[in-house]
């Protein structure tokens, strides 16, 4: 068997050839290409371990800032909640308080209502038994209480003090006018004589005296000259009853309960019959 070396050698020369081709023309790009794609993979591998400590720094940030809100949110809640329950007592010891003021005041405005209420039925009482009592003694005054009130009119007249007996001479020197004698019932002329002596011989002079009645004495003999008095009846001693008891009732203070005093006074009126 022949060999041809010239097919050989241009085989051979062909086959160099093409290995010089391919490794021009495919096989450095191809090592070009995987050495670019594993720098780029590496390039983002770094790229992405950075931007995962990145976002890990961010997450443990947000962890941080998180629990700070947490706990600034806790402590707010916590003071808000010590505020408001602060507040709460606040109001309620307000409330309690004016609750208690407004109490007090309506117990105060009862307490005066009612002092006020049992002031104006005492004097309504006072009133009536006042009226009651003059309207009872008037109804039971005689001529012959007249008589009897006479003779204690007369022994005044002896036991008159002697500052009054003067202050008596003197309106009766001083007077132009008579004296006046009131009565409720119109006195006998013996009565009116031994009136006119009795003040004669008091008065050491002869007293010019005109008698009159006065129903409104209830049961009482009252002589008047020149402004000056002097008498007894069972008015006086009601007027005088009933001007001490709205004094007492003035003080809201009263010793002696009304009618207990006009009780009295019907006894001593009773007791002069």
Same mark, same amino acid.
């Not at 050839?17 to 391919?22: P, S, T």
């Not at 117990?107 to 038994?129: C, M, Y």
């Not at 001479?169 to 008579?178: G, K, M, Q, Y």
């Given at each position: 068997?022949?060999?041809?070396?010239?097919?050989?050698?241009?085989?051979?020369?062909?086959?160099?050839?093409?290995?010089w081709?391919?490794?021009?023309?495919?096989?450095?790009?191809?090592?070009?290409?995987?050495?670019?794609?594993?720098?780029?993979?590496?390039?983002?591998?770094?790229?992405a371990?950075?931007?995962?400590?990145?976002?890990?720094k961010?997450?443990?940030?947000?962890? /941080?800032?998180n629990?700070a809100?947490d706990?600034?949110?806790?402590a &707010?809640?916590? =003071? @808000?909640t !010590? +505020?408001?329950? $602060?507040?709460?007592?606040?109001?309620?010891?307000?409330?309690?308080?004016?609750?208690d003021?407004?109490?007090?005041q309506?117990r105060?405005?009862?307490?005066?209502?009612t002092?006020?209420?049992?002031?104006?039925?005492?004097?309504r009482?006072?009133?009536?038994?006042?009226?009651?009592?003059?309207?009872?003694l008037?109804?039971?005054?005689?001529?012959?209480?007249?008589?009897q009130?006479?003779?204690?009119?007369?022994?005044?007249?002896?036991?008159?003090?002697?500052?009054?007996?003067?202050?008596l001479?003197?309106?009766?020197?001083?007077?132009?006018?008579?004296?006046?004698? /009131?009565?409720?019932?119109?006195?006998?002329a013996?009565?009116?004589? &031994?009136?006119? =002596? @009795?003040? !004669? +011989?008091?008065? $050491?002079a002869?007293?010019?005296?005109?008698?009159?009645?006065?129903?409104?004495?209830?049961?009482?003999i009252?002589?008047?000259?020149?402004?000056?008095?002097?008498?007894?009846?069972?008015?006086?001693?009601l007027?005088?009853?009933?001007?001490?008891?709205?004094?007492?009732?003035?003080?809201?203070?009263?010793?002696?309960?009304?009618?207990?005093?006009?009780?009295?006074?019907?006894?001593t009126?009773?007791?002069?019959s």
């Amino acid at each position: 068997m022949l060999i041809d070396w010239f097919t050989v050698v241009a085989q051979a020369l062909n086959f160099l050839v093409l290995v010089w081709l391919l490794k021009r023309f495919l096989y450095h790009p191809i090592l070009n290409a995987i050495d670019a794609r594993e720098k780029r993979i590496a390039s983002e591998l770094a790229d992405a371990d950075s931007k995962k400590s990145e976002a890990q720094k961010e997450h443990d940030e947000f962890q /941080r800032k998180n629990k700070a809100f947490d706990e600034q949110r806790s402590a &707010l809640l916590s =003071k @808000a909640t !010590d +505020e408001a329950k $602060a507040e709460r007592d606040r109001l309620l010891d307000e409330a309690r308080k004016a609750s208690d003021a407004l109490s007090e005041q309506r117990r105060e405005a009862l307490t005066v209502e009612t002092d006020n209420l049992k002031q104006v039925i005492r004097r309504r009482t006072q009133d009536e038994v006042f009226a009651i009592a003059r309207k009872t003694l008037t109804d039971l005054a005689t001529t012959s209480l007249e008589e009897q009130l006479m003779e204690v009119f007369i022994r005044r007249l002896g036991e008159m003090e002697a500052n009054m007996k003067t202050a008596l001479s003197t309106a009766i020197t001083a007077s132009t006018d008579p004296a006046v004698v /009131r009565s409720a019932f119109e006195l006998p002329a013996e009565q009116q004589a &031994l009136i006119q =002596k @009795a003040l !004669d +011989e008091t008065f $050491a002079a002869k007293v010019q005296v005109r008698f009159d009645v006065a129903p409104e004495l209830i049961s009482g003999i009252e002589f008047t000259v020149g402004g000056q008095r002097v008498g007894w009846s069972i008015a006086s001693y009601l007027t005088s009853l009933k001007k001490a008891a709205d004094e007492d009732l003035s003080q809201q203070a009263p010793s002696t309960p009304p009618l207990s005093r006009a009780s009295t006074t019907t006894a001593t009126a009773a007791k002069i019959s």
